[in-house]
Structures are given as structure tokens and as C-alpha cells.
């Protein structure tokens, strides 16, 4: 396991912490004692950062599944991620696996995208506010994207063409090492809804690549609790306190299922959505709603 310097993680946590939220004094003072908590816990994500740069060379869906085709490539079609974007029969497209809105195209990697009042196109919106978490790799300059819905590179990043021998090499295999911080970076890359670039002032990340530090641009408060609830906790619980149950504790992403949630320790995140006391069999009644998305 690669152990990184006590310095380089400090910096990094430091950096995310203060541009996640306003950093007290006094959460300066208490979080001294967790960085040296979690100094052999963690990675350093600060040697890679990818604000405003153009976007790297990445290897398509279409090369991994050629590869990858029977345990991802059966199921992948139907999974919310590779469906964030879709077209009917037809050819048009809409955006949302389930709630579609209407999208039509303009031009290499843009959309305009139809309003509520069912009439109107509007021709910026989709590039300055919807793009970044709906799409795969948006050019900063151009704010393009490369291609519609999710590719494996939101996840899994820039893959190391070595990791057919050595699967440690690739991000999210079995063998890769669990760092929280960067597991918490890449799905909070879309999931922490509400959050800016510090660089573009959009609502999406600048460029964000896995294996980077997404609190080093992209500004979150994350005492936010009115949506995505859990998922805010969740990330305030790795930034805060150096937790190490990520997404991925509870979820798995190619069987689109949360059932391995039943197993994790019962902890403070579980009352997001059960009771603190009785049986996990009750669920408080939670919907899900975004000014962000507009539903
Ligand atoms: C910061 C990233 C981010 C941005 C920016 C963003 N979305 Fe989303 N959107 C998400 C995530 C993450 C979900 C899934 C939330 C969930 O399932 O709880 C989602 C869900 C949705 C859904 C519901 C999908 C469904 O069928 O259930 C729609 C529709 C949607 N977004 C449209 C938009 C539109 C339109 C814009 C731009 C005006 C936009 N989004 C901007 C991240 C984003
Ligand atoms: C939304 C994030 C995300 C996207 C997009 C994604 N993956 Fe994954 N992938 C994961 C995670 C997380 C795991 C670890 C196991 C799990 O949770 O399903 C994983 C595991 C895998 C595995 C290991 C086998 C397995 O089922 O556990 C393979 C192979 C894989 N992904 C390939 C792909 C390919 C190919 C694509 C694109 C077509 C892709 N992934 C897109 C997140 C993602
Ligand atoms: C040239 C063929 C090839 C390509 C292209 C390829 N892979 Fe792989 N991949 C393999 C082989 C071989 C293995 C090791 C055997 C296995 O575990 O399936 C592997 C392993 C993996 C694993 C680890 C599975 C585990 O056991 O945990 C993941 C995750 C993965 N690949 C994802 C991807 C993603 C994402 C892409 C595209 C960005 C990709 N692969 C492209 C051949 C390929
Ligand atoms: C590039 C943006 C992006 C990344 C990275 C991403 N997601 Fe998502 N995710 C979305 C969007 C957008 C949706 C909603 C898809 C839709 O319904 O249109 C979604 C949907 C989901 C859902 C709901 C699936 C369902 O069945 O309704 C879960 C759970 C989820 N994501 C977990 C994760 C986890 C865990 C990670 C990290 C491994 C992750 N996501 C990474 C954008 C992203
Ligand atoms: C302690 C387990 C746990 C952790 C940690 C966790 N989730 Fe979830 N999540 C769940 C369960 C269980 C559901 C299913 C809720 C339902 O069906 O109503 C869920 C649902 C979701 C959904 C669907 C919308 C919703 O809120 O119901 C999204 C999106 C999601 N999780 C994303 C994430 C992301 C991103 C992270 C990491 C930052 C994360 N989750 C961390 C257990 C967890
Ligand atoms: C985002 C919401 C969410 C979070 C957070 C969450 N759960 Fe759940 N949990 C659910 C939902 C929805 C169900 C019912 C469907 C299912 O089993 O996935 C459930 C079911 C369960 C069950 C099965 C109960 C039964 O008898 O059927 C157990 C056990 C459980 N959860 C444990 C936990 C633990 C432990 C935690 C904290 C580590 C937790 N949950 C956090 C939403 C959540």
C-alpha cells in the first residue's frame, strides 16, 4: 500500500476542507487531531488536478466494453449512468433515465434544451448548467462534451492500458486501493448538487478527472440537508472526520443496487433514513427534488 508523506496529505484534507465550507478557527483546532488520525488512511490527490486544462485522452466505453463484454456490457445499457442522456426511436433525445426532457442538438457537443413551458429552446442552458453531470468529459474552453450520457472514464478515469495483467492499476477494480477522499471526489464530481466552480463559477466541476481533489475548485457547503441528504452527510463524514464508508459501501454501480447497505455498521449516516431506534425494516419517507435540475 502506498503510504504518502504526512505533508502531502495534510495539504490536500487542509485544501478541502476550507474550500468545502468556512473553516472555523476552532474546526482548524479540532481537525489538527484528525488529520494526524487519518495521515495513513488516506492518499494525497494533490498531484493531479485537471481546472481548466484541455481534456485528457481517455479510453471510450466502446474499447473497454470490446473488452469488458460479458459482466459489464450486459447490463450497462440499462444502467441510470449510461443512460443520463437517451434517444427514442425516432432519434431525439431527452435527458434523464426517467424524467425526460426534451433535447435537441446544436452543433458539435451542444444541446439546446426545451423548457417548461414546453415551447421555448433554450440555447444556453444546457452548456452552462446541465452539461458537466450529464455528459462525459466537457471542454472547459468550449464547454463541449465529448459525448452524451456517462462514459466508464467519469468513474473510472484515464485507464492504464497494464491493467489487463495488473488490476490494482485500474481505479474502482477489487485490487485498487480505497482512498475516501477520492472515492467521494468522483461521485461527488455529480452528486454534491448545489455546488460551484470556483474557477468558471458553473454548477458543475472544471475538468474534474478521477484521482483529483474535487474540493480543490469546486466549492460545496456541506452543511446543505434539504437534498441528497445522505450523500451530503456522507461526504461531510470522509472530509470531516476521515470516515472510511464511501458510495461504494453501500452501492454498486454495474448491478445499479444499494442491498449491500444492510450490511455496513449502523452509524449516525443510517438515520437519514431509518429511525434511530426499532427495526431497520421501517424507512422514513424521503423524495428527491433538485432546483439544480429543475424537478
Ligand atoms: C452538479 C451536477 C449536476 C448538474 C449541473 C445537473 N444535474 Fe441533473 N442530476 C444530477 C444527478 C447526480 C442526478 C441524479 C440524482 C438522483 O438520482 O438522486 C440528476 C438527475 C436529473 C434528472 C432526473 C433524472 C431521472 O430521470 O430521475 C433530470 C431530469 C436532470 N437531472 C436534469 C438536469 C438539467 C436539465 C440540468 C441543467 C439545467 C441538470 N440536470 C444539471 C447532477 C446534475
Ligand atoms: C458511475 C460510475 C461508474 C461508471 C460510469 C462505470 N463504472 Fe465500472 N465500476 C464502478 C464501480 C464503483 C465499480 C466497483 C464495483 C461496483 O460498485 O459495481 C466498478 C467496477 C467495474 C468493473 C469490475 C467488475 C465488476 O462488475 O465489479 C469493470 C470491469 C467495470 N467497472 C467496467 C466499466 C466499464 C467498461 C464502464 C463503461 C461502459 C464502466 N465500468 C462505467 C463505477 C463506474
Ligand atoms: C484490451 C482489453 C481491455 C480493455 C480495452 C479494457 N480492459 Fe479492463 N480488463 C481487461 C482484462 C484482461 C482485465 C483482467 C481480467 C479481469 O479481471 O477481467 C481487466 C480488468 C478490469 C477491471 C478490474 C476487474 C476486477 O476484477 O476488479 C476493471 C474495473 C476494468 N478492467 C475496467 C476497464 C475500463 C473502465 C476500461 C476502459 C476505460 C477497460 N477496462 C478497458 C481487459 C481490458
Ligand atoms: C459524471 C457524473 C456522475 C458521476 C461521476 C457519478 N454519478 Fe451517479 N448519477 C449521475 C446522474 C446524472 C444520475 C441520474 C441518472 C438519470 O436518472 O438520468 C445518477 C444516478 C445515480 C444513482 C441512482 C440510480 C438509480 O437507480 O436511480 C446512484 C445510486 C448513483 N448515481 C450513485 C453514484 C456513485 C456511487 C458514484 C461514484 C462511484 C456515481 N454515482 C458517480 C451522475 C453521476
Ligand atoms: C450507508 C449507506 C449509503 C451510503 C454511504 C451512501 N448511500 Fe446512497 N443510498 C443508500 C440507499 C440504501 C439508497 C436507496 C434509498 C431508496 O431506495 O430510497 C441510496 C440512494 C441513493 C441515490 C438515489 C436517490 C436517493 O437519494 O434516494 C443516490 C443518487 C445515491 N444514493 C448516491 C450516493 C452517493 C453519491 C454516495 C456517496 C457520496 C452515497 N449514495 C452514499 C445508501 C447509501
Ligand atoms: C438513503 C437511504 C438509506 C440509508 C442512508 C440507509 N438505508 Fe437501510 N434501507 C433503506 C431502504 C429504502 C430500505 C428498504 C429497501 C432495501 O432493503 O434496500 C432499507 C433497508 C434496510 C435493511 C433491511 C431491513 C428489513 O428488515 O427489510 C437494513 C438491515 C438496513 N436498511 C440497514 C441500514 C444501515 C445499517 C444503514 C446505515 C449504515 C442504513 N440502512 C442506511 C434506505 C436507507
Known amino acids: ?20 465550507r468556512a473553516t472555523s478557527a476552532t474546526d482548524k483546532l ?23 486544462k484541455p481534456v485528457p485522452t481517455y479510453v471510450t466505453g466502446d474499447e473497454c466494453l470490446f ?3 460479458v459482466k459489464v456490457a450486459d447490463t450497462w445499457q440499462q444502467n441510470p449512468h449510461a443512460r443520463t ?6 432519434g431525439e433525445e431527452f435527458v434523464g433515465s426517467k424524467l425526460a426532457r426534451p433535447l435537441r442538438r446544436a452543433g458539435y457537443g451542444k444541446f439546446d434544451i426545451l ?22 468529459a466537457v471542454d472547459p474552453a468550449t464547454k463541449a462534451f465529448s459525448t452524451t450520457a456517462l462514459d466508464c472514464y467519469t468513474c473510472h478515469g484515464v485507464a492504464d492500458p497494464n491493467h489487463t495483467k495488473d ?11 480505497k482512498n475516501a477522499l477520492e472515492i467521494v471526489s468522483v461521485c461527488g464530481s455529480c452528486h454534491l448538487r448545489g455546488g460551484k466552480s470556483r474557477s468558471s463559477g ?15 475548485d469546486f466549492e460545496v457547503d456541506l452543511s446543505q440537508v434539504d437534498n441528497d441528504r445522505h450523500v451530503f452527510t456522507n461526504v461531510r463524514d470522509v472530509l470531516k472526520n ?34 434511530a431506534e426499532g427495526p431497520k425494516s421501517v424507512v422514513k419517507k424521503h423524495e428527491v427534488h433538485s432546483t439544480l435540475c429543475e424537478y
Open 1 to 20: 500500500m502506498q503510504i504518502c508523506s504526512k505533508v502531502g496529505v495534510e495539504t490536500s484534507l487542509d485544501a478541502a476542507r476550507t474550500s468545502a
Open 30 to 52: 479540532s481537525c489538527f487531531g484528525n488529520c494526524l488520525l487519518v495521515v495513513f488512511c488516506v492518499f494525497g490527490l494533490e498531484a493531479q488536478d485537471h481546472v481548466g
Open 67 to 69: 473488452c469488458h463484454r
Open 85 to 90: 442522456i437517451w434517444p427514442n426511436e425516432k
Open 115 to 136: 423548457e417548461a413551458d414546453k415551447k421555448t429552446w433554450n440555447k444556453d442552458k444546457f452548456a452552462n448548467r446541465c452539461a458537466g453531470c450529464h455528459t462525459t
Open 167 to 177: 488490476t490494482a492499476l485500474m481505479r474502482f477494480s477489487s485490487k485498487y486501493p
Open 202 to 216: 458553473l454548477p458543475y466541476p472544471n475538468n474534474f478527472v478521477p484521482g483529483d481533489d474535487l474540493f480543490h
Open 242 to 275: 476521515g470516515a472510511t464508508i464511501t458510495c461504494i459501501s453501500c452501492h454498486t454501480i454495474h448491478a445499479d443496487s444499494s442491498a449491500k447497505h444492510r450490511r455496513v455498521l449502523t452509524g449516525a449516516i443510517c438515520q437519514d433514513c431509518h429511525n
